[in-house]
């Protein structure tokens, strides 16, 4: 008798987002709590959360203020929207970093190293770590751990200090230094910022109308 053909899994392909990865997956407890800690007891500022604000920061930032459309504060801490939207927000990160000086942690999918925004962001960086085990994110709908995750993650961190990201974070998984020994080509930014910037503001105008409608039908 021949054996059957054990079928290969493949790793997820495509963006970082759809039925099995929800953008407004919220960060657990066990991970707000080395960010709690790095910037002293209190998050300051949370540049990309909910109206709920589940990290109990300071200052925040909903989705319908846009934390891309403002300057940040000196400290931040951002666990930003995955998928196409990331070509906006590691951008932003790395801006702030460079031009205002903002000392950022924020919590990524280790995936995209290739795409141009990912090297511009990390150019800008000089800390990361490495999380040994797969995030279960928190479900806004109704607080569930979310089992789906595809990706591992990491914190980055940009003007951070050395030594106290090491202290508050290693405990997670492997922490370095970055270093840039050279900086990525990137003449493709501004064109391709500018077109997912438009298609944003597409898609927030979309769903302005359609919280229009429904509120028109409840009427």
Known sequence: MSKRKRKQRKAP?????????????????????????YFGGRIPFDAATTAKNPCKA?????????????RWPRRVWVNPPYGRDLGLWL????????????????????????QYYWQ??????????????????????????????????????????????????????????VSLLSAPALEELPAAREKRLAEARAEKARKKRARARKRRKAA
């Open 120 to 177: 511009y962001a990390m150019a800008q960086s000089n800390a990361e770590c490495l999380i040994r085990k797969r995030v279960k994110f928190i479900r806004a709908s109704n607080g569930d751990r979310v089992a789906g995750n595809p990706y591992a993650n990491c914190f980055v961190g940009f003007n951070v200090d050395l030594d106290r990201f090491a202290e508050c974070f290693g405990p997670l998984g492997m922490v370095r230094a």
């Open 91 to 114: 951008p932003k990160m790395a801006d702030e970093a460079r031009d205002n000086g903002c000392e950022i942690v924020t919590l990524l999918p280790c995936a995209r190293y290739e």
């Open 58 to 70: 300071r200052r925040f930032v909903t989705e319908e203020e846009d934390g891309l459309s403002m």
């Open 13 to 37: 392909t495509g963006t970082i987002t759809g039925p099995c990865m929800d953008k407004t997956w919220q960060t657990p407890p066990e991970l707000v709590t080395p960010v709690r800690r």
